[in-house]
């Protein structure tokens, strides 16, 4: 009836048909169920039947909820409140702490510029430090006054000697060469970073006197 078979079994079904007067009888009468459900008028639901689905759901819910203990009820209401008061804010949050985290990179450098012999070392920024000095004293009779600039590997970059007049300048960079050729030091630090700095070491013919 519906077309759902092949050519040749629609044609052995016709040459069984007429042979057969039960299997006739029964095709015409689904044949007449058919025609009957066809000639139906189309059945248009209520208008209230939106509002009475709602109402029935609603009941069953409440149903639920009284079966349900008052803890994992209150639970699912915090849940859902949270969801709702935090999905608002997840987008923004996330944007503000990502531009935090950014600006706070840019500034974090510049924070070591700012940085002067003789400051007060605090918990965000040390200066350079002597962790270990040459067994050789200043041979040199006077003073001499050395300011040296250290990477951040604790390595010298530069340094300048000051306080020694020209007869005796060669002789007093020679004895300051060789103690800082065996002196070892600690970088200085911005954040727990290590960062270039700059430290002052005072040469006297009885003691040496470091500064940062």
């Not at 002597?130 to 050789?136: D, G, I, N, Y």
Request: with cysteine.
């Amino acid at each position: 009836m519906d077309g759902a078979v092949s050519e040749d079994e629609r044609r052995e079904m016709r040459l069984h048909l007429g042979k057969c007067r039960t299997c006739s009888a029964e095709s015409e009468r689904y044949g007449r169920i058919r025609s009957a459900l066809r000639s139906l008028p189309p059945h248009v639901p209520p208008p209230d039947l939106a509002v009475r689905l709602r109402v029935i759901a609603s009941r069953e819910r409440a149903r639920a909820q009284q079966a349900t203990p008052l803890w994992k009820r209150w639970r699912g209401s915090l849940q859902l409140n949270l969801q709702n008061l935090m999905r608002p804010l997840a987008l923004p949050l996330f944007g503000g702490i990502c531009s935090a985290v950014l600006l706070f990179s840019a500034l974090v450098p510049s924070f070591t510029q700012h940085q002067t012999p003789g400051d007060v070392p605090t918990g965000l920024s040390t200066q350079p430090l002597v962790k270990s000095m040459a067994p050789l004293g200043f041979m040199e009779a006077g003073d001499a006054v050395v300011d040296l600039r250290i990477d951040g590997e604790g390595r010298i970059v530069n340094y300048s000697i000051a306080g020694t007049d020209g007869q005796k300048a060669d002789q007093v960079r020679r004895s300051i060469e060789n103690n800082l050729l065996f002196t070892t030091f600690q970088p200085a630090t911005a954040f727990g970073l290590p960062i270039a700095g700059k430290i002052r070491i005072s040469f006297r013919s009885s003691r040496i006197e470091v500064r940062g």
